[in-house]
């Protein structure tokens, strides 16, 4: 006598089949789709002006890029500084 492939399983025993099998899927899925995780929120006006305000009054943080260029029309040292946090740049001469 054949017995049929999917024998009809009833209350308890249907709901642990039906849990392994989607406790199996569900991993699959999560493993092949794992990946970069992306911010969605919107971020706060705190974070996104973040360090620019003091620079926006003036208040730079001058950072030496190149030291001792030397300006040869002038013939002077050149120093070229740049802001650690806008990226603006200035020269002064010596």
Avoid at 27 to 40: D, T
Avoid at 47 to 72: A, I, R, S
Wanted: a positive charge; glycine letters at 8%.
């Amino acid at each position: 006598m054949v017995e049929p492939e999917n024998p009809i399983v009833s209350g308890r025993d249907f709901m642990l089949q039906n849990s392994l099998l989607n406790n199996n899927a569900e991993q699959q899925c999560v493993s092949a789709v794992m990946g970069e995780v992306i911010k969605f929120r919107k971020p706060s006006l705190k974070e996104k002006h973040k360090g620019k305000t003091l620079c926006g009054n003036g208040f730079h943080k001058w950072v030496v890029e190149q030291n001792k260029q030397f300006d040869v029309k002038r013939g002077q040292l050149v120093t070229l500084y740049k802001c650690a946090r806008c990226g603006a740049t200035k020269t002064k001469t010596h």
